[in-house]
């Protein structure tokens, strides 16, 4: 199997890099580093108008949406290389996966071109203070009246939720049904009276991590839903068919250049620091343990590119996606957790010191790269999840 890119991908790259060099400017940076509107102030926005206008974004998407009908494998390549200045362009983590697949036609013309020009963004409405890793343990109810339906509950770590236009969020709508068949998902204006979104601040936040720090956000969220009132046409996918439509979009959401890039960035980071740098005559890069240990995550890192480009290379096909996102789950957070801890033992106490410290490594970067990392595990669905998925649907194997 090849994964190599043909001329007319590795020439989209380069029109990418030169678009990016010309268009990305010191206050957009300064702007998304200060966090204000979610690091989408005005700025943001017109480089995003700016993209759209290029046919960039939602490349794979259908033309009747707004899209351009491409390669999933383009889409990647223009999602890389914004990733790699730490500007997210395009559709990893925004829904549109399964409202494409399972949503209505009105639900496609609405959210799929509104999401191309960044019109709107998705906060994720799944985990609960009860339930996290076990999802299907969520208690927001949605009780139908008439055609519409009303929604009491809380979640939680709803990290868009202070700056999205919309929340995609899974209620409780049949509470005597078995646990994961009386779910539905909606799609919820985030101005509808009744929302209440307060902000609960990171470690990440005091002192803030530096530009590139993986997991670096300094505020997530809780959201309070009472009495929130909205029609039945919110609703994504058949009634209590909600589990099903979640689990589908997530791994959907899994696959391309943001999720690949959480987990191997690590390794590019320190490979550059390890070349260019040395301790008052202390050279890593000279120490055959320190070698050897950076070739092995290399080549983990390797691995986590190649699982990508099979599930985006199923994808592309129409091939049955069913374990491979979640195998990517389990091997890439892994790999990230075992990267930061080890170049923290190559660099020693100087690899924990955070940004407000002097004699910090890289404006603190490797330390706060170290708060961040655990968090991989779990977000989007923890890696033991993943591993029953992937024992079920990959291997055949019973429910345990």
Known sequence: ???????????????????IDENVSQGLLDEM????????GPEYRELVKKVADKGWIGISWPKEYGGQSGSRIDQYIVEEEFMRRGIGI???????????????EEQKEYFIPGMIRGEIIFALGFTEPQAG??????????????DDFVINGQKM??????????IYMMCRTDPDAPRHRGISIFLIPMDTPGITVRPLWTIQ???PAPPGTTYGMP????????????????????????WYVGAMGLNLDRVGASRYLISVRRDEDIVNWVKENDFNGYSPAENPAVRDKIAEMWTEAQVCRLMTMRSMSLVNRGGNFTYEGSAEKVWAPEHGVKTTEAIAQMLGPYAQLLSNSEENIEDGLFAHNLMGSFQSGIN????????????RRGLGMPRG
């Open 133 to 146: 890793a076990d999802l299907a343990g969520l208690q927001c109810r949605a009780v139908r009246d008439g």
């Open 157 to 166: 770590y709803t990290s868009a939720a202070h700056y999205a236009s919309h």
């Open 1 to 19: 199997m090849d994964f190599g890119y043909t001329t007319e991908q590795q020439d989209l790259r380069q029109e990418v890099r030169k678009f």
């Open 380 to 391: 989007h669905g923890s890696v033991q999840i993943m591993r029953d998925q992937m024992a």
């Open 90 to 104: 395009g559709g990893a983590g925004s829904g549109a996966p399964a409202i494409l697949a399972a949503g209505t």
């Open 219 to 242: 505020r997530t969220n809780e959201t309070f839903f009472e009495n929130v009132r909205v029609p039945a046409s919110c609703m994504l996918g058949e009634e209590n068919g909600g």
């Open 205 to 207: 936040s005091d002192p």
């Open 33 to 40: 580093e200060a966090g204000e509107e979610g690091g989408r």
